[in-house]
């Protein structure tokens, strides 16, 4: 079975500063894992996706996140936030199996103090 | 135009009253996805469809029901609505096999009074 964790439901950072939110996830099978954001009355968008190519991944906007299998992680990193970064941010990881369902972790909210 | 589409963007229905959620996709994808958005609980599946003829349930598919009319259109239907759906809804659709992303429609609002 597959899972997924975000560990902080609500991360504040100042613009300029880094950015860190946590997800850990559990499968039984070799894992794709994705970030999507979600901007505020908007759909969900694509950041960046791990499909078992490179460990660490760039995505669009300056956002990164690394596959650590030991960890059962992949959180994702900025170096330096900006306003528009403000959104909910969804970790998702899906299993390269036939069924090829997705889990949704459950969201973290990102406030940027100016 | 939207890779997907959704309508309506915006619904306030009443309790006891059927309402459908319409979604069409334009990247050719046989795989379509209806999620609900509640917060602090992500996203959870409702229905998915894998082609035409390929209608499965996903976590809480109680009190809704699915129609793929083609493989670009796959519609939600809410029978008999009550308060607890309402929630922000998602279609969505991926590739066949491998690992790609998806691609979300914008959502439908949908209250239920």
Known sequence: AQSVTQL?????????????????????YSPSLFWY?????????????????????????????????????????????HMSDAAEYFCVVSENSSASKIIFGSGTRLSIRP | DADVTQTPRNRITKTGKRIMLECSQTKGHDRMYWYRQDPGLGLRLIYYSFD?????????????????????????????????????????????GGAGGYTFGSGTRLTVV
């Open chain 1, 37 to 81: 954001v979600q901007h505020p009355n908007k759909g969900l968008q694509l950041l960046l996706k791990y499909t078992s190519a490179a460990t660490l991944v760039k995505g669009i906007n300056g956002f990164e996140a690394e596959f650590k299998k030991s960890e059962t992680s992949f959180h994702l990193t900025k170096p330096s936030a």
């Open chain 1, 8 to 28: 902080d439901s609500h991360v504040s950072v100042s613009e300029g500063t880094p950015v860190l939110l946590r997800c850990n996830y559990s499968s039984s």
């Open chain 2, 52 to 96: 035409v003829k390929d209608i499965n349930k996903g976590e809480i598919s109680d009190g809704y029901s699915v129609s793929r009319q083609a493989q670009a259109k796959f519609s939600l239907s809410l029978e008999s609505a009550i308060p607890n759906q309402t929630a922000l809804y998602f279609c969505a659709t991926r590739p066949s």
